[in-house]
């Protein structure tokens, strides 16, 4: 299947700030582009990219004053196959897992293992080690938050979800990563695209998605606490240990978000000439903050 997708989000400032943005696919997807994935600025600027520790690809570059417009459509192929399910997955012991994992296991800015451990522990009383484990955690943090665009806040941890009972979906992703963490199963945060694609089409405005991975019997699997069951078209664009490493873009000093439209759509052979449909969104802080 064909997915065309992008972006058109505009920023105010009073004075030049320099901004960091993920705003490209992850490297792994590149050999599916069917047409170039190239992040335009207007007015122009010079765009520095390289990646980060974590893989993503990093644009680096300074917002004149006044502001700047980023802009981005293209058109990417997707196996078409929903979320794979593996229910004997099995959770690899902690000595055995691969250096470059064990991070996936820590406390981070948003994710307090310590402070959920207790919960954790007791939701995963007489569950099997490995899948049967996650998927319990996933189902605990998608139970407990109701999801409320109108009360997002990128101040809010993983504990402050589990506390407050509501969020958006970087909020979901947070719980369940921070939950399977405190049981040893490492867990990553993953942001990028997912559209309405073979499901019945959500009432919130479109946005950039969050939900995470876990490494079970050698490989990363993807679960999604905010919509828990498996979902098609996922196009990632990082990958982190929090919404901190994975942030679409991190401006240093004053910005106002004045436009804020993401595309997410299957498109057919023929459709790949048509503009994307526009929809406003006004400023908010999304499931990404």
């Known amino acids: 299947m064909l997915i065309r997708t992008g972006y058109d989000i505009e920023f105010a400032t009073e004075q030049p ?25 207007d007015p122009p600027v010079k765009i520095e990219t390289y990646n980060d520790p974590f893989g993503n690809v990093v644009s680096r570059f300074t917002v004149p004053e ?24 099995r959770q690899v012991p902690v000595d055995k897992l691969p250096n470059d994992v064990l991070p996936f296991l820590l406390e981070s800015r948003y994710c307090e293992v ?15 080690t490995g899948w049967a484990r996650a998927q319990a955690l996933v189902d605990l943090a998608h139970d407990r938050i109701t999801f409320d665009y109108m009360k997002a806040d990128r101040h809010r941890t993983a504990r402050g979800a589990w506390d407050e009972e509501f969020g958006v979906c970087r909020d979901f ?10 049981v040893n199963i490492p867990a990553r945060y993953a942001t990028g695209y997912l559209g309405d694609i073979g499901i019945d089409p959500f009432d919130d405005p479109m946005d950039f998605s969050a939900w995470m991975e876990v490494y079970l019997d050698g490989r990363w699997y993807t679960f999604d606490a905010r919509h828990n069951r498996p979902r098609i078209g996922r196009i990632v664009m990082a990958y982190g240990r929090d919404a901190t490493d994975a942030a679409i873009t991190t401006a240093f000093g004053q910005t106002r978000l004045k436009r804020f439209d993401i595309h997410t759509d299957e498109v057919a052979d023929n459709d790949l000439s048509k503009p994307p449909e526009e929809t406003a969104i006004p400023q908010h802080e999304g499931c990404q903050g």
Do not use: Q, Y
Not at 17 to 38: C, F, G, N, Q, Y
Not at 66 to 89: E, H, M, Q, W, Y
Not at 114 to 128: N, P, T, V
Not at 173 to 182: K, Q
């Open 17 to 41: 700030v320099h901004m960091l943005a993920l705003l490209h696919i992850r490297p792994e997807r590149r050999k599916d582009l069917v047409t170039p994935e190239e992040l335009r600025t």
């Open 66 to 89: 006044g502001g700047i417009r980023l802009t981005n459509d293209f058109i990417v192929r997707d196996s078409g196959k929903p979320d794979p399910v593996v229910r004997d997955a």
């Open 114 to 128: 310590g402070r959920l451990a207790d919960e954790a522990f007791a939701a995963i009383e007489g569950k099997a």
């Open 173 to 182: 992703a947070h719980l369940a990563i921070a939950l399977c963490r405190a």
